[in-house]
């Protein structure tokens, strides 16, 4: 069974940082990519970042790039959102999501497989 756990959520002023969990369980980590996605009251999912675990290729939305870094640590299965620079805008629900071939479709609405619970990114300005 897939079981994606996020943590590191919480409240933080804008300009300040934040680190988000993603621990991955169930399947062989390579083969998946890893992304992260969120999603704002009101709003629409958010493909925000995205990893490739085979050949370690990242990608990044363009409103999150050049502050936030998505990283893995294999041996952990564990992926890793660095949020720099936060804005109010960033304040969502983040959730991390596993997929084969998933960097390649994380920024539409692909109906994904695997999904973890989210956890709250508030920034107040």
């Known amino acids: 069974e897939v079981q994606l756990v996020e943590s590191g959520g919480g409240l933080v002023q804008a300009g300040g940082s934040l680190r988000l969990s993603c621990a991955a369980s169930?399947?062989?980590?390579?083969?998946?990519?890893i992304a992260w996605i969120r999603r704002a009251p009101g709003k629409e999912r958010e493909g925000v970042s995205c990893i490739s675990r085979s050949d370690g290729s990242t990608y990044y939305a363009d409103p999150v790039k050049g502050r936030f870094t998505i990283s893995s640590d294999n041996a952990k299965n564990t992926v890793y959102l660095e949020m720099n620079s936060l804005k109010a805008e960033d304040t969502a629900v983040y959730y991390c999501a596993a997929d084969l071939q998933l960097c390649y479709f994380y920024t539409s609405d692909y109906e994904i497989d695997n999904w973890g619970q989210g956890t709250q990114v508030t920034v107040s300005s």
């Open positions: 169930g399947f062989t980590f390579d083969d998946y990519h």
